[in-house]
C-alpha cells in the first residue's frame, strides 16, 4: 500500500521504483540516491534544494510570515531590543531580565577593538576604500587576533568569538565609514545602548558626549531586529558553507559578509535610491512603470522577491519607522516618489499578477540616507545585525554534525583529448 505523503519514483531504464516519504515538507535525497546513484538534481542557485533543517527562522512567502523561533516579525519589532532578538536567534529563547541584563553587559564589555585592528590594519586600507570592502578584511583578520577561535567545538570558547563579533561589528563599521570620508576614529561609548553607540561612533565629532536622537536610535534597533536573520539566504548559506568545514567563526562570518557586499543581495536598497533619484519627480512616475512593464531591461527596485510572493512584513514595518525618522530628520525628498511608484505599482495588473510587492529595500535606503548614511555604508548597515543570524545558523550547523557542503556538478565540457606540446599547438 502507497503512503499517502510520499512521492514514488521510476527509473525507466530499468523498471525499478522507489517510495520516499515526504517528511516536514521535504524528500530525502539519500532514499533518491539509492535507487539513482550517479543522476544528480540539476538545481542552479539552489532554488528547490533544501540544503538543511533549521529551527531558527520560518518565512512563509505566500502569507507574509516571517518569525524568529516561532516570534512573529510584528511583536519583536514592537517589543524587544535587537540584543534580546541577537540572543533568542543564537540560544532559542527570548532572555529573562537577569539573562538580558548579563548579555547585554558581555556585549558591552566587548565592543572595543584591538587597537591594532584601527591602527595598523584599517588605516592601512587606500585613502577611498569602499567601507563594505573594508568590513569584509576586517572581519577575517580578527581571526587572526583571536587564535582560540579555532577550538570551535569548545562551547564557552565560541560563545566568546560570538559575543566578540555581534560587539565588534559596530564598532567596525563606523571605523570604516570614518576612514573613508577621513574622519578620526571614535572609541565605543559604553554608557550607551547598543544602537545609540553606534550612532555616536558614526557621527560624533567634538562634543564630549554624543547622544542621537531617542526616535533614531529606535529605528536603528528595528531596522537590526528585521535584518538579523532570513533563513537560507546567499550570505547565510556562504556562512554554512564555509561553517561546514569548520573554519572559524570570523573567517566564516567573513564570507558571509563577502556574498552580503553582492549587489544582488546587500545592494538592492542602494538600487532603490538610485532608482528614485533617476526617475526624479512624481510626473515620472506612471511613464516609468509603463517602461518597466515593457520590458526594457529595467525592474522595480525594491519589488518583488524570491521567497515572498506577498507584501514582505518587514517592509510594512519599516513604512511605518521611516514617518517616525522623518518626524526628526525631515522628510526624504524621495518619498513621495516612493509612495506614488508603489500605488501605482499595487494597482497594476503587471504588478499583481506576478505577485510583486514591496519588500524590505523599498524603504530601508531612504531611511539609511535621510539619517545621512551615504549608499556605500547601506550593505555595512545590513551586515551589523545580520551577523546574530549568521552566527545562530553557523551554531546549528555545528551541533547538527553536519558534512561539509560538496556539491555535484553536472559535466558540460570536453571529452578527453589528447595533450598537445605548445610548439605542437
Ligand atoms: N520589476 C518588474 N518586474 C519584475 C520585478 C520587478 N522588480 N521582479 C520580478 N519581475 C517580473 C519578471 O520580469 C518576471 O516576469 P515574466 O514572468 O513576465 O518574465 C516575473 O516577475 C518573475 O520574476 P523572476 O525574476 O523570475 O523572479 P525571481 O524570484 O527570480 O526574482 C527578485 C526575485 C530578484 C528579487 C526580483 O523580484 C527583482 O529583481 N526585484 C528587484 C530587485 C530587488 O528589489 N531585490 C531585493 C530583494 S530582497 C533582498 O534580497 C534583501
Redo the contacts with the bound molecule.
Keep these: 500500500m502507497i503512503v499517502p505523503e510520499s512521492i514514488t519514483i521510476t527509473d525507466n531504464r530499468t523498471g525499478k521504483s522507489i517510495e520516499i516519504p515526504i517528511e516536514n515538507g521535504g524528500v530525502s535525497s539519500a532514499e533518491w540516491s539509492k535507487l539513482l546513484p550517479g543522476v544528480w538534481f540539476h538545481d542552479p542557485g539552489l532554488t528547490t534544494t533544501a540544503m538543511t533543517s533549521s529551527s531558527i527562522t520560518y518565512l512563509d512567502g505566500d502569507e507574509g510570515i516571517l518569525r524568529y523561533r516561532g516570534y512573529p516579525i510584528e511583536q519583536l519589532a514592537e517589543g524587544s531590543t535587537y540584543l534580546e532578538v541577537a540572543y533568542l536567534l543564537l540560544k532559542g529563547e527570548l532572555p529573562n531580565q537577569t539573562q538580558y541584563a548579563d548579555w547585554v553587559r558581555d556585549v558591552t564589555h566587548h565592543t572595543f577593538i584591538h587597537e591594532n585592528v584601527r591602527k595598523r590594519f584599517l588605516e592601512g586600507f587606500h585613502y577611498d576604500a569602499h567601507p563594505m570592502g573594508m568590513l569584509v578584511s576586517a572581519v577575517a583578520a580578527l581571526s587572526t587576533f583571536y587564535a582560540d577561535a579555532k577550538q570551535i567545538f569548545d562551547p564557552e570558547i565560541r560563545e566568546k568569538q560570538i559575543v566578540r563579533l555581534i560587539a565588534k561589528m559596530p564598532t567596525l563599521a563606523a571605523a570604516a565609514h570614518r576612514f573613508s570620508v577621513g574622519m578620526p576614529f571614535v572609541y565605543p561609548d559604553n554608557e550607551l545602548s547598543f544602537p545609540a553607540n553606534f550612532l555616536s561612533m558614526m557621527w560624533k565629532i567634538a562634543e564630549p558626549h554624543f547622544e542621537a536622537d531617542p526616535a533614531l536610535v529606535h529605528a536603528i534597533d528595528v531596522l537590526f531586529i528585521l535584518h538579523a536573520d532570513?533563513e537560507q539566504?546567499c550570505s547565510t548559506t556562504a556562512m554554512r558553507t564555509a561553517g561546514s568545514a569548520h573554519s572559524d567563526p570570523y573567517s566564516s562570518t567573513a564570507a558571509a559578509c563577502a556574498a552580503l557586499y553582492g549587489p544582488?543581495?546587500g545592494g538592492?536598497n542602494e538600487?532603490?535610491v538610485k532608482m528614485l533619484n533617476e526617475i526624479g519627480s512624481i510626473e515620472n512616475v506612471e511613464p516609468f512603470i509603463k517602461s518597466?512593464k515593457e520590458?526594457h531591461g529595467q525592474?522595480?527596485?525594491?519589488?518583488?522577491?524570491?521567497v515572498y510572493k506577498n507584501y514582505d512584513p518587514r517592509a510594512r514595518i519599516i513604512k511605518k519607522v521611516a514617518y517616525d525618522v522623518f518626524e526628526v530628520t525631515g522628510k526624504n525628498p524621495l518619498l513621495d516618489i516612493a509612495l506614488k511608484l508603489e500605488e501605482v505599482a499595487l494597482s497594476d495588473d503587471?504588478?499583481i499578477s506576478?505577485k510583486?510587492y514591496p519588500?524590505?529595500?523599498?524603504y530601508s535606503g531612504l531611511i539609511y540616507q535621510a539619517m545621512g548614511f551615504p549608499i556605500e555604508m547601506f550593505p555595512v548597515l545590513f551586515a551589523i545585525p545580520r551577523v546574530s543570524g549568521w552566527l545562530a545558523h553557523y551554531v546549528e550547523l555545528l551541533d547538527q554534525d553536519s558534512k561539509i557542503v560538496r556539491p555535484r556538478q553536472i559535466f558540460t565540457g570536453q571529452g578527453e583529448r589528447k595533450y598537445l606540446p605548445m610548439d605542437q599547438r
Excluded: I, P, S, T
Aim: aromatic share 16%; proline share 0%.
Design positions: 532570513h539566504n544582488r543581495h538592492a538600487a532603490v518597466v520590458g525592474r522595480l527596485q525594491g519589488f518583488g522577491h524570491r503587471y504588478f506576478r510583486l519588500n524590505v529595500d523599498f
